[in-house]
Nanobody, 115 residues
Framework: QVQVEESGGGLVQPGGSLRLSCATSGTVGGFYVVSWYRQAPEKEREFIASISKFDNPAYADSMKGRVSIFRDTATNTIDLQMNNLHANDTATYIC?????????WGQGTQVTVSS
């Protein structure tokens, strides 16, 4: 069974940076895509970025230029580097892996941008 766990959230000041990590466990065979989403209170879940098994990243316009998704080979995680954070970036950030067995979502990690 595939499982997903996010980490790295926390409190950051406006203009600051944060790096989130997505760790997966279980057998993911064949092609897969790992994506980051976010969901703020009373708002719909929003796509941020994705990266496939073959490392071709894709970004939503909403955070493009301020985020970077990449594979950290040292920790075997898919990380999301976020820079120049704004108060309206406050949300729960959630990782998803789409694989041959379907979709698996994590529980999310909270990011709060506040002074």
């Amino acid at each position: 069974q595939v499982q997903v766990e996010e980490s790295g959230g926390g409190l950051v000041q406006p203009g600051g940076s944060l790096r989130l990590s997505c760790a997966t466990s279980g057998t993911v065979g064949g092609f897969y895509v790992v994506s980051w989403y976010r969901q703020a209170p009373e708002k719909e879940r929003e796509f941020i970025a994705s990266i496939s098994k073959f490392d071709n990243p894709a970004y939503a316009d909403s955070m493009k230029g301020r985020v970077s998704i990449f594979r950290d080979t040292a920790t075997n995680t898919i990380d999301l580097q976020m820079n120049n954070l704004h108060a309206n970036d406050t949300a729960t950030y959630i990782c998803r892996i789409t694989h041959g067995g379907g979709d698996t979502w994590g529980q999310g990690t909270q990011v709060t941008v506040s002074s």
